[in-house]
């Protein structure tokens, strides 16, 4: 029946079209799975770092699974390498990059038919570990689903992890032999009340990680996927992967980089944090372009930005050039110890228009702790100023507070203020930038799940199981605590309430 169902179908289609898929046959088998559909995961590189250690390491072999497509949202999830069900594996792990995904968690759990609480599974169901980025910052919401969490840098965690899982007599076993890893949070058997360990480093010769699987289903469509550093070397107050976190920034030899890239790629995605730091991304991204590659790079920071530098974006396919503005005005910027200066934006768009881009794409925050309306104003007359040089577009998210930041107990601005600070932005630039805007709603939501817990996590099971609306949601979450006032800012330490109005 699964092999003739409609997921089934479109499953063996995609694998038609990929390209580097690792296929392995092995004792231990462990279900890879992602809480986003097909083209999410498989834009991921960490995802598919780990698959790809997985298959390296002898008596062990992984298949990929995803959460269905709204067109599949009905179905049961399948692995996509052997079409079989997420229950028939003795370990699911799972890789979360964000809290939102939290949901997807619940929707993937659920569509199997696996007891989405830990405390609910027994030795007959699988064992479901957990990693990815969303564990740099805040993990206690997804306690409530997994059996342990792997903190950090998994490129060889997630290894000592599964020989543990596969050697273990028992599950209680397992989990006490976790317990007493280096970088692994195991719920039931670790202090409630906040308590993490340590992120992992993984050794440096290991790095950089790749993605051996291309596909023209992913978001970053038929992209080889290849990091150039890992970390920052930079301190933006609202980063989790700041200059404090793991070391601060590893770079990976040019030498290193050209060297994995298959000579077939077409197109190839230069992936970190700080990518434009590193001291050689002219001459890798020049390099590429010669070659006939598009190239992609995952940050551009204005202050990097040169005449040589744009140019050589332009000839690897650039039509717009996207730099981070990050706060709304030079005030804001420097609260948030960002390098970022007005002479950098402006030479951005001069350089924007010198190259021919059809655009000049700016990311900021709106809702950052000490901004007032005379911020906003500053950024209508600044844009407005650029447009004139260059046409701009602006891409907006509300500050959401992450721990392990300096900014991590500030408040969040509250959903009437973040509305109402999009509605002054857009109706001061209307006609002179393009402005597209994260809903404060869903951010409201996100900074609920970033400062909570295992509470917060039993509420994703109830959102997520009420339909995953945003009613859903607030309802879920006002039963934590009392309903503040309507058009309260709310600070963090009471950011589980329910929002200033629906």
Known sequence: MARTSPLGSAIRRRLASETGRIDKQAPFQIALAYPSPYNAGMSSLGYLQIYKAIQSEPGMACERAFLPDEEHAKEKPLTYEGLRPLGDFPVIALSVAYELELAGVVRLLDGAGIPALREERDRRQPFIIAGGPLTFSNPLPLAPFVDAILMGEADTLVLDVLRVLREAPSREDALDALAQMAHVFVPARHPAGGWLPTVAQCDDALLPAWAPIRTPEAELSSMFLVETERGCSRGC?????????????????????LGLIPADATRVGLVGAAVSDHPKIVEIVRTLAERGCEVGLSSLRPDRLTDDFVGALKLGGYRTLTTAMDGTSERVRESLERRARVRHLERAAELARKHGMARLKLYLMVGVPGETDADIDECVGFVTALSKVNPVALGIAPFCPKRNTPLSDAAFAGIDVVEARLERLRKGLRGRAEIRATSARWAWVEAVLAKGGEAEGR?????????????????AFAKLVPEPPRKRSLPLATATAAPPRA
């Not at 994703?460 to 009613?471: C, I, M």
């Open 237 to 257: 107050a609202y980063c989790v992967m700041r200059r404090s976190t793991n070391g601060g920034m590893r770079i990976v030899p040019k030498e290193r980089i």
């Open 459 to 475: 509420a994703v099971l109830e959102a997520a199981r009420a339909g995953g609306n945003f009613r859903a949601w607030q309802r």
